[in-house]
């Protein structure tokens, strides 16, 4: 990461144009942020207040689609909306303290995101595969997922305010983040415990539990009802998979790469781009997950694209579980 000259203010201090980047970028940004922030709320919010309305939607399934969706939304207030207001003054207006509180807060409910997209996949998993028989994926299973994306975010999100790295302005600095340009041991050390327990390990679970899924789906595929439930799941997991990397792949890359490199120079304007890269997860995610459910209960009931009457209960996969029920196990609903 470049070193700012003797003449630019402290991230803290005033306005980093031009020395961290043109106004112009500044200006880009916000806009964008305000794009995200506008969007991510309503769609969002609109998810959690469908799903405490509706009694159908407070299915397992749903329990965890909507911890998704109070950490995107917790995600807008706490990172995208402060970025908005320090990209249009042009630095961190809101002093250290509170630099260090959002970029916990933006880490935690990230967190929780990304894991909570993890328990839904091995949802999933469990309901179509059946790896443990007749299981059945409760509330109480449900519950237990969503407290463990909490605790484990918790857990990995708490070191830098207690002295294992550290929360400082990134970028274009009008955000704040884990530390991972400085170098030293110290943060490398963390953001390679954060990289693997934090991004590997779901995006390894999500992988595993759709391959499995759509193998499944593929060798029931003589039935008609099977046939759309593989196209549609198959949708939904190419669109989850490619934003899922799309918004956290290059932030985490470049946060291993910078921090495993000390020597390494990055412009400003480069390193800002990953962290907002990963703030429009928190409109991708609801799109993808929710177009069912959202889409269902505004048509009052129908199939937006015309196949009659569908339950708004789940997203595109729960088709794929009823139809694979109804192939293999007749006898027992899913």
Excluded at 279 to 304: D, E, R
Aim: hydrophobic share 45%.
């Amino acid at each position: 990461m470049d070193s700012p000259n003797s003449s630019t203010p402290g991230p803290f201090d005033g306005p980093q144009w031009p020395h961290q980047g043109p106004r112009g970028l500044y200006v880009a940004v916000a806009v964008l942020m305000g794009l995200v922030v506008a969007s991510a709320s309503v769609l969002n919010g609109l998810v959690i207040v469908v799903s405490i309305r509706h009694r159908r939607l407070r299915s397992p399934l749903n329990h965890i689609l909507v911890n998704l969706a109070v950490a995107n939304l917790l995600v807008t207030l706490s990172g995208s909306s402060v970025s908005l207001s320090n990209n249009i003054r042009g630095f961190f207006a809101f002093g250290e303290r509170l630099c260090q509180l959002e970029g916990f807060m933006v880490s935690l409910t990230g967190i929780v995101g990304l894991w909570s997209l993890a328990i839904l996949a091995l949802e999933r998993y469990l309901v179509v595969c059946r790896p443990l028989g007749e299981f059945r994926f409760g509330h109480r299973h449900a519950a237990s997922g969503c407290a463990f994306t909490w605790g484990w975010s918790l857990l990995w999100t708490t070191p830098p305010l207690l002295g294992w790295s550290s929360y400082v302005p990134e970028g274009l600095r009008t955000s704040c983040g884990p530390n991972w340009y400085t170098g030293g041991s110290n943060n490398s050390s963390y953001i390679l415990a954060l990289f693997v327990t934090c991004f590997v390990m779901p995006l390894s679970l999500i992988l595993f539990s759709y391959t499995n899924l759509l193998l499944t789906l593929r060798a029931h595929r003589e039935a008609d009802t099977t046939q759309q439930a593989e196209r549609e799941v198959t949708r939904m997991v190419v669109a989850m998979v490619v934003a899922f990397l799309t918004c956290w792949l290059p932030y985490t890359t470049f946060a291993l790469v910078v921090a495993t490199n000390k020597d390494i120079v990055i412009q400003p304007a480069l390193a800002s781009l990953p962290s907002y890269f990963s703030k429009t997860a928190t409109v991708y995610n609801p799109i993808i997950y929710f177009q069912s459910c959202l889409l269902g209960m505004l048509c009052c009931g129908y199939h937006p694209r015309g196949m009659g009457k569908t339950s708004p209960a789940a997203p595109s996969a729960q088709v794929a579980a009823e139809g694979l029920r109804n192939k293999v196990t007749p006898c027992h609903p899913v």
